[in-house]
T-cell receptor, first 114, second 114 residues
Framework: NAGVTQTPKFQVLKTGQSMTLQCAQD?????MYWYRQDPGMGLRLIYY???????DKGEVPNGYNVSRLNKREFSLRLESAAPSQTSVYFC?????????????FGSGTRLTVV | AQSVTQLDSQVPVFEEAPVELRCNYS??????LFWYVQYPNQGLQLLLK??????LVKGINGFEAEFNKSQTSFHLRKPSVHISDTAEYFC????????????FGQGTRLTINP
């Protein structure tokens, strides 16, 4: 099925470890996003990529880096994980940065940092 | 910058009863408004959106929302809920001009009791 695929679905890290969350979309969308979801806080934008080759900071970028590897893939890296980064991470894509086009979300990665 | 407040973190209702999920927004410019739904262990799906025109917007699964500019509200309603409507609902706003990124509310967990 067409859509946004995130891997892994679950991950447990120790404080200080690094990891990369992968995201790929097969809808030929130009824009991609990384959000984190925390209880009582909704979704907060970490980074986004308006088009291939560009990335920009969102609301909560500290502690994260991103790479727009190609038009399909947008990865999120935690260089040195901290317990405050325990969250559910969602990748999304859209035809353009305007939400008029609708965002398609992946099913999420549940990350626990101990 | 825009912001969204969902006034209820949890709403329990009985099956076949009506429901209203409340959303207020703040912005100094004109906005687009959205409701997304997240079923358990899934990503977010677009439920409905207000762009312009009629203030009453109909979405999927029998939901509708009414845009009230004077009260800066965009409340979601359904006249008769089903068990399958159990989910978390997010209100979101985007400025019409400028960066046009989605800003989400904190979410409302709707629980349907038999």
């Amino acid at each position: 099925n067409a859509g946004v695929t995130q891997t892994p679905k679950f991950q447990v890290l120790k404080t200080g470890q690094s990891m990369t969350l992968q995201c790929a979309q097969d809808m030929n969308h130009n824009s991609m996003y990384w959000y984190r979801q925390d209880p009582g806080m909704g979704l907060r934008l970490i980074y986004y990529s308006a088009s291939e080759g560009t990335t920009d900071k969102g609301e909560v970028p500290n502690g994260y880096n991103v790479s727009r590897l190609n038009k399909r893939e947008f990865s999120l890296r935690l260089e040195s994980a901290a317990p405050s980064q325990t969250s559910v991470y969602f990748c999304a894509s859209s035809e353009a940065t305007s939400p008029l086009y609708g965002y398609t979300f992946g099913s999420g990665t549940r990350l626990t940092v101990v | 910058a825009q912001s969204v407040t969902q006034l209820d973190s949890q709403v329990p209702v009985f099956e076949e009863a009506p429901v209203e999920l409340r959303c207020n927004y703040s912005s100094s410019v004109s906005v687009y408004l959205f409701w997304y739904v997240q079923y358990p262990n899934q990503g977010l799906q677009l439920l409905l959106k207000y762009l312009s025109g009629s203030t009453l917007v109909k979405g999927i699964n029998g939901f509708e929302a009414e845009f009230n500019k004077s009260q800066t509200s965009f409340h979601l309603r359904k006249p008769s809920v089903h068990i399958s409507d159990t989910a978390e609902y997010f209100c979101a706003v985007s400025e019409i001009q400028g960066a046009q990124k989605l800003v989400f509310g904190q979410g409302t967990r709707l629980t349907i009791n038999p």
